[in-house]
């Protein structure tokens, strides 16, 4: 009898806790109104695909193994910009495919990164991903309820099928003015994809460009950027008005020389007196006591300068420069082959000189 009844009192609270818990679940929700990314500004974008979110449409270009297939429907380098009010902000995604490397923070691979604009500035204000994909988390709160100019970087290794963005009942929540200009394509390997970022705002181009408010349009495909025909095609259909790329750190020597001057010519037949910067592959930090890997790093860059220095001649438009994500410490590296954030940070901004310079040639400031 007695053991009855402290079962049923055990039940009643259970369910007593559900209902609270049900109950406080829907305030959450309710406290919300969520608005889809895509109806607001979405940065980074090379071009127009159907799924807003995907980098490149699969269904019109082809050639694509199934890795490089899956990663150009990462959101990769893609960023919104709105403004709001709201003391705080929620994020309720729908995935498709999921990234969970080893080699790169959760808030970079499949969360996001929120920075808001100051003094002029962009400031980091926020990063996260949901405990329970399904369900929304706040990447902010406890704010003044002031107007916010905001910029919220997409997962880098992850594919979204719909990204809202919610703000508290009576905030408004409207598309900020793209805050960068001109369209810079970049297409590059897994330094420019962001691999081993903690943040997803961290990869090099969304640095260079919250630096410089020059707007990089980011096709990093990791271990996949290999100068092929295929990704020629998509760059020479996208809208651009230069290109940056990091080209030489994934393929071999003899898919460079074999690949790089017909590279050069398709994009060129597209966009003719365009600038074409190509960068040469950063120092590997693997480099400092592997011999095999030393040596094999120095042939590379041997070669490539070397072929650089007759393509910069050959081709009118055609530039290279020198990256550097390393420092004195040696430091800055993640795994010895990926930069830490520290390191590219180093990169962005030992590109930002000579890359402005190329581009005050072409009017584009």
């Known amino acids: 009898m007695v053991t009855n009844l402290i079962n049923r009192e055990s039940i009643q609270h259970t369910l007593v806790w559900i209902l609270l818990t ?25 071009m127009d695909t159907p799924n807003p979110y995907h980098r ?19 959101s990769a380098g893609i960023a919104v910009a709105f403004k709001t009010n709201s003391k705080s902000i929620s994020v309720l995604t729908s995935y498709g495919d999921v990234g969970r490397p080893n080699n790169t923070g959760g808030f970079s691979a499949r969360g996001y990164d929120l920075y808001i604009r100051r003094d002029g500035r962009w400031i980091w204000a926020g990063a996260g991903v949901s405990g329970d994909l399904e369900k929304p988390f706040k ?12 910029l919220m970087y997409l997962p880098i290794l992850s594919e979204e099928h719909s990204v809202k963005i919610g703000v508290e009942e009576g905030a408004v929540l409207e598309a900020l003015e793209n805050p960068f200009r001109h369209r810079i394509g970049i297409f590059g390997s897994s330094f420019t994809h962001g691999i081993s970022t903690s943040r997803a705002g961290m990869a090099y181009p969304a640095v260079f460009s919250r630096e410089t408010g020059l707007q990089m349009l980011s096709l990093g495909c990791s271990g996949n950027c290999k100068l092929q025909d295929y990704f020629a095609d ?55 006591f592997n011999t095999n890997t030393a040596k094999f790093e120095a042939e590379r860059i041997a070669f490539t300068d070397s072929l650089m220095a007759v393509a910069c001649k050959k081709y009118k438009d055609v530039y290279y420069i020198h990256p550097n994500a390393s420092a004195p410490d040696h430091e800055t590296t993640q ?31």
């Open 22 to 46: 049900i109950n406080c679940f829907q305030a959450v929700s309710q406290e919300y109104v969520y608005t889809e990314a895509s109806e607001l500004t979405l940065t980074g974008k090379l």
């Open 56 to 74: 490149v449409d699969t269904v019109r270009f082809k050639g694509f193994t199934k890795s490089e297939n899956n990663q150009v429907r990462n």
């Open 139 to 150: 990447i902010i709160s406890g704010m003044d309820g002031s107007e916010k100019e905001c």
């Open 234 to 288: 998509v760059l020479a259909a996208a809208d651009v008005d230069a290109f940056v790329f990091d080209t030489f750190s994934n393929p071999s020597l003899e898919q460079i020389g074999e690949r790089l001057f017909p590279f050069i010519e398709k994009i060129q037949a597209a966009h003719p007196g365009k600038p074409l910067i190509f960068q040469r592959t950063i120092y590997r930090e693997w480099r400092n």
């Open 335 to 365: 795994d010895g082959t990926h930069p830490s954030d520290r390191g590219y940070q180093l990169w962005a901004r030992s590109i930002e000189k000579p890359v402005e310079k190329i581009l005050r040639k072409y009017g584009l400031r």
